[in-house]
Antibody, heavy 118, light 105 residues
């Protein structure tokens, strides 16, 4: 079955970076996009960006451009999301999700809580 | 960015009730919309894709409709396990955007 398994919770100080991994299994990795979504109690769900798992292309939401780096490792079926210059407002649960091209998200990882606090 | 306006933000319902949730897009998005259910402490799960197609394994009491800018999710007869938060997602253009969610309680 399709599984997206994310790395564990993180606690970071303002200005630091965080890198979250997402290991996929149960399907042909390179045939799908991985989208990152974050969720906060106040702001709800927010799309962060996407990467073609085969390594073809990356898009980020404008508000994250320059701060988010998405990478894919086809040898291990793993995608990484790195966010830099963290602020307290970046505290959220970050989800790794899967979507076929042209279709909405169909599977979600378990989520990775990130806390940014001094 | 395409704004997704979801209503209501919450609703109170009883088992057996018919429930309808609406999402309105700030510009036409064809049928590029999905509906999701989320329970506390869990990741969301998709109920509907392409506005009206039922995800495999999802009970038939869930249905979706709409195209362009107006979309709705209907639960024909609310069951105890349906008390949750529901939200829509447009994937017509980047950045993808979500509705603010509807809590069914």
């Amino acid at each position: 079955q399709v599984q997206l398994v994310q790395s564990g919770a993180e606690v970071k100080k303002p200005g630091a970076s965080v890198k979250i991994s997402c290991k996929a299994s149960g399907y042909i990795f390179i045939n799908y996009f991985i989208h990152w979504v974050r969720q906060t109690p106040g702001q709800g769900l927010e799309w962060v960006g996407t990467i073609n798992a085969s390594g073809g292309g990356v898009r980020s939401a404008p508000r994250f451009e320059g701060r988010v780096t998405l990478t894919t490792d086809t040898s291990t079926s793993t995608v990484h999301m790195e966010m830099s210059s963290l602020k307290s407002e970046d505290s959220a649960v970050y989800y790794c999700t899967r979507a076929p091209w042209g279709v909405s998200i169909d599977y979600w990882g378990q989520g990775t809580p990130v806390t940014v606090s001094s | 960015d395409i704004q997704m306006t979801q209503s209501p933000s919450s609703l109170s319902a009883s088992v057996g009730d018919r429930v309808t949730i609406t999402c309105r897009a700030s510009q036409a998005i064809r049928n590029d919309l999905g509906w999701y259910q989320q329970k506390p402490g869990e990741a969301p799960r998709r109920l509907i894709y392409a506005a009206s197609w039922l995800q495999s394994g999802v009970p038939s009491r869930f249905s979706g409709s709409g195209s362009g800018t107006e979309f709705s999710l209907t639960i024909s007869s609310l069951q105890p396990e349906d008390f949750a938060t529901y939200f829509c997602l447009q994937h017509n253009s980047y950045p993808w955007t979500f509705g603010q969610g509807t809590k069914v309680e």
